[in-house]
């Protein structure tokens, strides 16, 4: 036994694929119990293949999928999340950008400045959503301001509102804009900058004909970092909106946790990731980037 | 352009504040001494005496703590080897293997989430702690993944190779040697997958069970009564004065990787 054990130490020593599949081995094991098999499962249970004991059985269905795309509402909610989504990503751009341009090519202060920014990140996503609840209610700090320099006579009602969800959203996933632009304007090399300037470029066209498109990955990472959890959110919408701001997250959550219907949640589910996959694959098709840098 | 600058360092300024605003106004507020949001009345620490008193918040913040720490043990160890395997030996499959590693980050967390119920719910196990903990322990090492793999690749094989020669053995070379240089990447893997764990709501929601009450879904369900609750209030200054201690640990840990 224990000349079989050392024999086998000198195989792996010696093989050097023997070691990379030793090293991956580990972590492959864990991703496909805890993220394949799951999805795999919910596949399953959107196609009616397990019963009520658990079962699997072989009569696939798609009644499920059927139900959820005559639900009512539904179509109405998935176009909403998606706009939500877009409008976000969009904000997160317009607001994101000139920070991280300031920040990687303006100030002097870079680790510091980016610091700043981060320090709320490390605060947790739901008090963050929490303070903004207690900054828009109709009672808080903004209308008792409002109130009390004369601009209005009466509260406004943000709260469970459009503009909430918006306010939410792009406060809470600014960061993740900001993050992958800056890595990419940093490693902006100065030297073109002169080059363009020499050859003849003003500012405003060495801005989109080199700055912007050489940020390009990085507004591409960052839009799919916002893109992506913005429209599958759940806490904003569920907390500062109402059933006018209803999202697909929310629908999901309730399917599952109170409706327990684990077949229709699965078709819901799998139906807005084909949703997201294909937006993403297109938009990535689009930029023209085949490896995005996270 | 002097004006252009001064307009993106205003603008920045801007956002700054934005960012903090609601959260130096909760701190505010914590010290108020009636329940009041929108008008200070005075200065009291009642809602600190409340939060210390208050046995469910403290449970849930040592739910958190613990099941944050086990995962972010679990992740960093399979994303050292991981990001190791994919950095170094280079094989075909390669980009499969990314695409795998990849694919828990770009999908939807709620998606993800009932997958795991489904897979409890049908393996029949109860769920808890452990369960709480191997669902995040999927987006905790594909994270640490990222942050580690660029680390690595960044990485001077000859040291390795320089101690290896000198006699030292894999395991020396690994603890003494290869370790050490890695270790502002470990510590940033590590505390991505804290952070992310500790912070996380959707997915914990899926996957505990009655016992296990975790921060997060109490933060949740106290906001979600509507009600003002100062306490929560008290939290989040102390909550905010963490993250200050946990910026100050990042960023020395810059410094030292810019040395390297």
């Given at each position: 036994?224990?000349?079989?054990?050392?024999?086998?130490?000198?195989?792996?020593?010696r093989?050097?694929?023997?070691?990379?599949?030793?090293l991956?081995?580990?972590?492959?094991?864990?991703?496909?119990?805890?993220?394949?098999?799951p999805?795999?499962?919910?596949?399953?249970?959107?196609?009616?293949?397990?019963?009520?004991?658990?079962q699997?059985?072989?009569?696939p269905?798609l009644e499920?999928?059927?139900y959820?795309?005559?639900?009512?509402?539904?179509?109405?909610?998935?176009?909403r999340?998606?706009?939500y989504?877009?409008?976000?990503?969009?904000f997160?751009?317009?607001?994101?950008?000139?920070?991280?341009?300031y920040?990687?090519?303006k100030?002097r202060?870079?680790?510091?400045?980016?610091l700043?920014?981060?320090?709320p990140l490390?605060?947790?996503?739901?008090?963050?959503?929490?303070?903004?609840?207690?900054i828009?209610s109709?009672?808080?700090?903004?209308n008792e301001?409002?109130?009390?320099?004369?601009?209005?006579?009466?509260?406004?009602?943000?709260l469970?509102?459009?503009?909430?969800?918006?306010?939410?959203?792009?406060?809470?996933?600014l960061?993740?804009?900001?993050?992958?632009?800056?890595a990419?304007l940093?490693?902006?090399?100065v030297?073109?900058?002169?080059?363009?300037?020499?050859?003849?470029?003003?500012?405003?066209?060495?801005?989109?004909?080199?700055?912007?498109?050489?940020?390009l990955?990085?507004?591409?990472?960052?839009?799919?970092l916002?893109?992506?959890?913005?429209t599958?959110?759940f806490?904003?919408?569920?907390?500062m909106?109402?059933?006018q701001?209803?999202?697909?997250?929310?629908?999901?959550?309730?399917?599952f946790?109170?409706?327990?219907?684990?077949?229709l949640?699965?078709a819901?589910?799998?139906?807005?990731?084909?949703?997201?996959?294909?937006?993403i694959?297109?938009?990535l098709k689009?930029?023209?980037?085949k490896e995005?840098?996270? | 352009m002097k004006?252009?600058?001064?307009?993106?360092k205003?603008f920045?300024?801007?956002i700054?504040?934005?960012?903090?605003?609601?959260?130096?106004?909760?701190i505010?507020?914590?010290?108020?001494?009636s329940?009041?949001?929108g008008?200070?009345t005075?200065?009291?620490?009642?809602?600190y005496?409340q939060?210390?008193?208050?046995?469910v918040?403290?449970?849930?913040?040592?739910?958190s703590?613990?099941?944050?720490?086990v995962v972010?043990?679990?992740?960093?160890?399979?994303?050292?080897l991981?990001?190791?395997?994919?950095v170094r030996?280079?094989?075909?499959g390669?980009?499969?293997?990314?695409?795998?590693?990849?694919i828990?980050i770009?999908i939807?967390?709620?998606t993800?989430?009932?997958?795991?119920?489904?897979?409890f719910?049908?393996a029949?196990?109860?769920r808890?702690f452990?369960t709480?903990?191997?669902?995040?322990?999927?987006?905790?090492?594909?994270?640490?993944i990222?942050?580690l793999?660029?680390?690595?690749?960044?990485?001077r094989?000859?040291?390795?190779?320089?101690?290896?020669?000198?006699?030292?053995?894999e395991?020396q070379?690994f603890?003494?040697?290869?370790?050490?240089i890695?270790?502002?990447?470990?510590?940033?893997?590590?505390?991505l997958?804290?952070?992310?764990?500790?912070?996380?709501?959707i997915?914990t929601?899926?996957?505990?069970?009655p016992?296990?009450?975790?921060?997060?879904?109490?933060?949740y369900?106290?906001a979600?009564?509507?009600g003002?609750?100062?306490?929560?209030?008290?939290?989040?200054?102390?909550?905010?004065?963490?993250?200050?201690?946990?910026?100050?640990?990042?960023?020395?840990?810059?410094?030292?990787?810019r040395?390297?």
């Open positions: 036994m224990k000349g079989f054990a050392k024999k086998y130490i000198a195989a792996v020593r093989s050097r694929r023997m070691q990379y599949i030793l991956l081995l580990p972590g492959m094991v864990f991703l496909a119990i805890f993220f394949m098999v999805f795999f499962l919910t596949a399953l249970y959107s196609v009616n293949m397990v019963n009520r004991l658990k699997i059985v072989f009569t269905s499920w999928y059927l959820a795309l005559g639900m009512e509402g539904l179509l109405t909610i998935f176009l999340s998606i706009g989504g877009l409008a976000t990503t969009l997160c751009v317009i607001l994101g950008y000139p920070v991280a341009y920040i990687a090519v100030c202060y870079k680790d510091f400045v980016l700043l920014f981060m320090v490390w605060v947790s996503f739901l008090l963050r959503t929490y303070a903004l609840m207690g828009l109709s009672s808080g700090l903004l301001i409002l109130l009390g320099l004369g601009i209005i006579k009466e509260p406004l009602e943000i469970r509102t459009h503009t909430a969800i918006f306010i939410g959203m792009v406060y809470n996933y960061l993740f804009m900001v993050l992958p632009l800056y990419c940093e490693k902006l090399d030297s073109l900058l002169e080059a363009a300037s020499t050859l003849g470029a003003g500012k405003i066209s060495t801005f989109l004909r080199v700055i912007l498109p050489l940020s990955p990085g507004m591409v990472a960052g839009s799919l916002v893109f992506i959890p913005a599958g959110e806490i904003i919408p569920d907390l909106g109402g059933t701001t209803y999202m697909i997250g929310n629908v999901i959550y309730s399917v946790l109170y409706a327990r219907n684990w077949s949640g699965s819901i589910s799998l139906l807005f990731l084909a949703f997201i996959l294909a937006i694959l297109v938009y689009y930029a023209r980037i995005v840098v996270f | 004006i252009f600058d001064k307009i993106l205003a920045t300024i801007l700054l504040i934005f960012m903090y605003l609601p959260i130096v106004t909760m505010g507020f914590s010290f108020n001494s329940k009041s949001l008008r200070f005075g200065f009291s620490l009642r809602w005496y939060l210390f008193e208050n046995r918040i403290w449970t849930a913040f040592y739910n703590l613990t099941s944050a720490a972010t043990i679990i992740s960093v160890v399979l994303a050292l991981i990001a190791n395997a994919v030996y280079e094989y075909r390669g980009s499969l293997i990314d695409a795998f590693i990849y828990p770009v939807p967390e709620i993800e989430s009932l997958s795991l119920l489904i897979l719910g049908v029949g196990i109860t808890g452990w709480v903990v191997l669902g995040h322990a999927t987006f905790g090492a594909t994270f640490a990222v942050v793999r660029a680390r690595i690749a960044g990485f094989k000859s040291v390795e190779e320089a101690a290896r020669t000198l006699g030292a053995n395991i070379t603890f003494r040697i290869t370790l050490p890695l270790m502002p990447g470990v510590i940033a893997a590590a505390l997958a804290f952070t992310l764990s500790f912070d996380d709501f997915k929601r899926f996957t505990t069970g016992g296990f009450t975790t921060l997060p879904l109490i933060i369900s106290s979600k009564r509507g003002v609750a100062p306490d929560i209030n008290a939290l989040s200054a102390f909550s905010f004065g963490v993250s200050l201690i946990f910026s100050a640990v990042r960023l020395f840990t810059l410094r030292r990787g040395y390297e």
